[in-house]
């Protein structure tokens, strides 16, 4: 069973615990009304999609700018190089990097990540295909 860290709850129920799934629901409780025993999670959806070609680069540039609109965002590196992408406001290179993206392969940032997305290729060659959920 997946092991639960941190548990925070509030309105008349335990305000924290750790433990695993199954004690999870001694922590939270299985029965009761709804007011004092409800885990509620909030799922945000996007309608607009948001296109973005990137010329590949042998120095540092910018894939996606900040967005604190941002829900998600996708990259598909069309390049024949491998694109270095980081997730960071320090410049992406050979070495530093969050993930290295082969030729036709894509990516997914994680959810709720609103920063700016930096990347540069082996060398110069295609582009990046990114969308952006806002």
Same mark, same amino acid.
């Given at each position: 069973?997946?092991?639960?860290?941190?548990?925070?709850?509030?309105?008349?129920?335990?305000?924290?615990?750790?433990?695993?799934?199954?004690?999870?629901?001694?922590?939270?409780?299985?029965?009761?009304?709804?007011?004092?025993?409800?885990?509620?999670?909030?799922? @945000?959806?996007?309608?607009?999609?948001?296109?973005?070609?990137? !010329?590949? /680069? &042998? *120095?540092?540039? =910018?894939?996606?700018? $900040?967005?604190?609109?941002?829900?998600?965002?996708?990259?598909?590196?069309?390049? @024949?190089?491998?694109?270095?992408?980081?997730?960071?406001?320090? !410049?992406? /290179? &050979? *070495?530093?990097? =969050?993930?290295?993206? $082969?030729?036709?392969?894509?990516?997914?940032?994680?959810?709720?990540?609103?920063?700016?997305?930096?990347?540069?290729?082996?060398?110069?060659?295609?582009?990046?295909?990114? *969308?952006?959920? =806002?």
């Amino acid at each position: 069973m997946p092991n639960i860290t941190s548990v925070n709850l509030t309105d008349g129920i335990p305000t924290s615990g750790t433990g695993t799934v199954s004690t999870l629901d001694n922590i939270i409780g299985t029965t009761g009304t709804p007011s004092t025993n409800v885990l509620s999670v909030q799922w @945000t959806a996007s309608n607009t999609g948001t296109f973005h070609t990137v !010329a590949s /680069s &042998a *120095t540092n540039v =910018t894939i996606l700018a $900040a967005n604190s609109n941002r829900i998600g965002a996708t990259i598909f590196n069309e390049s @024949t190089q491998v694109l270095f992408l980081g997730l960071s406001a320090t !410049a992406a /290179s &050979a *070495t530093a990097y =969050t993930v290295q993206m $082969a030729s036709n392969t894509y990516y997914e940032v994680p959810f709720g990540y609103k920063g700016i997305i930096q990347g540069l290729w082996a060398s110069a060659n295609g582009n990046a295909r990114v *969308t952006e959920m =806002t």
